[in-house]
T-cell receptor, first 114, second 115 residues
Framework: GESVGLHLPTLSVQEGDNSIINCAYS??????FIWYKQESGKGPQFIID?????DKRQGQRVTVLLNKTVKHLSLQIAATQPGDSAVYFC?????????????FGRGTSLIVHP | EAQVTQNPRYLITVTGKKLTVTCSQN?????MSWYRQDPGLGLRQIYY???????DKGDVPEGYKVSRKEKRNFPLILESPSPNQTSLYFC??????????????FGEGSRLTVL
């Protein structure tokens, strides 16, 4: 019979468009957030981070926005390129004993069409 | 080159046959962690270690063991693997305290199949 699995949210964009990937986090006590990019066959890699005392942070072609009121995080990628095709994870971090403990979201698959 | 190295990268085994996945980092990181990644479920933490001889359970520790006898190594042990442990496993490390950014450095992954 047909197997049913969990499917990743997927965002398809054209090369050159801007991409926005969203993430809802669960714990209002989380005070540090990281976006990771995972290319096919590789481990996740750090893209950008933001602390809870900020609502926006910019990197090279990427911007992270944090809305603590609704516990929402977004990653904006400007002028998306085929090399941006990957799965993107957000991670919220708690610091119960002074050291960050991350919890990852399920991820979003970004597909960039040339 | 700064890296986290996992071995083996691929393994097919049978139910009940003990196996160990090794993890080594050359960045002098205090914190190390193991994750499993399953389709649609993201990364779930199995165990983590804040430093040598200090380990704690993550979200899905059942069926796994770890040890941290040296700072650079953090092996994951499956004493009696079962098919539900078929997964893609990642080891990760980072600094702790001080100027800790929280950024995790991941290995390339170990794909395990238990028949």
């Amino acid at each position: 019979g047909e197997s049913v699995g969990l499917h990743l949210p997927t965002l398809s964009v054209q090369e050159g468009d801007n991409s926005i990937i969203n993430c809802a986090y669960s714990n209002s006590a989380s005070d540090y957030f990281i976006w990771y990019k995972q290319e096919s066959g590789k481990g996740p890699q750090f893209i950008i981070d933001i602390r809870s005392n900020m609502d926006k942070r910019q990197g090279q072609r990427v911007t992270v926005l944090l809305n603590k009121t609704v516990k929402h995080l977004s990653l904006q990628i400007a002028a998306t390129q085929p090399g941006d095709s990957a799965v993107y994870f957000c991670a919220e971090n708690l610091r119960p004993g002074g050291s960050y403990i991350p919890t990852f979201g399920r991820g979003t698959s970004l597909i960039v069409h040339p | 080159e700064a890296q986290v190295t996992q071995n083996p990268r691929y393994l097919i085994t049978v139910t009940g046959k003990k196996l160990t996945v090794t993890c080594s980092q050359n960045m002098n990181h205090e914190y190390m962690s193991w994750y499993r990644q399953d389709p649609g479920l993201g990364l779930r933490q199995i165990y983590y270690s804040m430093n040598v001889e200090v380990t704690d359970k993550g979200d899905v520790p059942e069926g796994y063991k770890v040890s941290r006898k040296e700072k650079r190594n953090f092996p994951l042990i499956l004493e009696s693997p079962s098919p539900n442990q078929t997964s893609l496993y990642f080891c990760a490390s980072r600094r702790s305290g001080g100027a800790n950014t929280g950024e995790l450095f991941f290995g390339e992954g170990s794909r395990l199949t238990v028949l």
